[in-house]
């Protein structure tokens, strides 16, 4: 019975883990993920769309700005106002916001 009980956790965790972090395949031969004949239902499609539409948000090249987007886009976590009002205060000192979940650098702030 234990070696039943060992043998279904590995079977069901690897089953998580390869649906979770497969990569998103092209399901047309135009080489465009996400595409499929479900017209735009699937989950993965809903998700990749959601993040293109967060990416094209204009955000105006200021730390305070910057960091409003932050605790904005990072809604999910609980730490996301230290976090994100601790990368403003660097940024009023440097003129660099540095993403505090990414890391990515955004260079030539206004210090506002």
């Known amino acids: 019975m234990k070696r039943l ?8 965790a690897g089953i998580a883990v390869s649906s979770e972090f ?5 399901s047309r031969m135009d080489g465009k993920c996400c595409l499929s004949s479900d017209g735009g239902r699937s989950l993965r499609y809903q998700r990749a769309m959601k993040r293109a539409a967060m990416r094209k948000v204009a955000v105006a090249p200021t730390c305070s700005a910057r960091a409003a987007s932050c605790i904005r886009v990072f809604s999910a976590r ?6 994100c ?12 916001f ?7 650098q955004f260079a030539g702030m206004h210090r506002k």
């Open 98 to 104: 540095v993403g505090p979940y990414s890391r990515w």
């Open 78 to 83: 609980a730490d996301r106002v230290p976090m």
């Open 22 to 26: 497969t990569s998103a395949s092209a």
């Open 85 to 96: 009002m601790t990368a403003k205060a660097q940024c009023l000192q440097t003129g660099v």
């Open 5 to 12: 009980a060992i043998i279904l956790s590995f079977a069901i």
